[in-house]
């Protein structure tokens, strides 16, 4: 998903009417766009392996049969390839930082590690802050297109216009902030029973499923709100686009919002989960709709 989204914003979002009739241009070829996406990937792998290291104890009760991590490979393994995925990853961000004449752009690749790092070993157990980095990071994999491809192309001329293509960037970059965040929420109340085993101290350990589960309603109705703002400020005049963002957007979300109320078991949350992540897709898919009714 993150190779897609990236994709998307290159080939289809930075091919928007507004930005070529304006004769905008973007920083990185195809060559050094490939080096970005597999860049980022490797950090994302990284995260993951380290995470299912220090998840063993929780992903026992929790996802038994997901279990990779001591049964399909050894620990030590688990541990040469986050290393490994995590050098090649900073390596080539260094790489596309380098060819972009801004080095100073590959401490996003050192950050973006560490803040995973930090999640899977300490931050995941406290409550909410494990949430927060992980949202904030999934939403960097979105904006660190717009670093690299925008911010090497500004002059003085044409700095409005490229910040108004970056803005544009940034709001489905807090879109994919907040859809995450209560994901992560929800796979909290869905991974209660081994977290618990495990010793993490997360939001539903601490004050219950029901109040964890009315914060996760609230947080769907902000977003449900922001982007119903969103699209009657500024898409309202393509009748096409409106009607995708209310019913592949806004639709899944009031779903999720009303089930939030009732959802009980881990049952309810995985399904929670997966329809959480299937919105995110759909609503980084109305970049191709944007194109198409342009």
């Known amino acids: 998903m993150i190779a897609f989204i990236q994709c998307l914003i290159k080939y289809v979002f930075f091919k928007l009417p507004q930005f070529t009739n304006a004769n905008l241009l973007t920083a990185l070829n195809s060559t050094t766009f490939t080096a ?3 860049a980022t990937l490797c950090i994302a792998a990284a995260g993951y392996i380290i995470n299912d290291i220090y998840d063993v104890e929780a992903d026992t009760i929790n996802k038994p049969h997901k279990l990779i991590v001591g049964k399909h490979i050894s620990e030590d393994m688990a541990n040469n390839l986050f ?7 900073v390596l080539l961000g260094f790489y596309v930082s380098w060819q972009v004449d801004k080095t100073s752009f590959s401490a996003l690749f050192l950050i ?3 803040g995973l790092y930090a999640y899977a070993t300490s931050l995941k157990s406290t409550i909410l802050i494990g949430n927060i980095i992980v949202s904030t990071l999934v939403s960097l994999s979105i904006l660190v297109i717009g670093v690299f491809e925008i911010i090497p192309m500004i002059t003085a001329e044409s700095r409005n216009a490229y910040t108004f293509l ?11 902030f907040l859809v995450n965040l209560i994901r ?4 909290d109340l869905e991974d209660v029973d081994g977290d618990y085993k495990a010793g993490y101290y997360t939001l539903p350990l601490a004050i219950g499923r029901k109040r964890t589960s ?10 449900i709100a922001s982007i119903f703002y969103y699209v009657l400020t500024y ?3 393509n009748t096409y686009l409106l009607l995708y963002f209310i019913f592949f957007v806004i639709g899944p979300l009031l779903y999720i919002a009303i089930k939030l109320l009732s959802a009980k078991n881990k049952a309810h949350f995985t399904h929670l989960s997966l329809v959480l992540k299937i919105t995110l897709f759909l609503g980084m898919l109305s970049i191709v709709v944007l194109k198409i009714t342009s």
Not at 184 to 187: A, G, S
Request: glycine share 8%; hydrophobic share 65%.
């Open 184 to 187: 992560e929420i929800v796979k």
């Open 166 to 176: 970056f803005k544009f960037l940034l709001d489905y970059a807090l879109f994919a």
């Open 36 to 38: 970005l996406v597999f």
């Open 214 to 223: 009315t914060i996760a309603f609230v947080l769907s109705l902000i977003t």
């Open 112 to 114: 973006a590690s560490g």
């Open 235 to 237: 898409v309202f005049e």
């Open 83 to 89: 290393m490994g995925f995590t050098v090649v990853g």
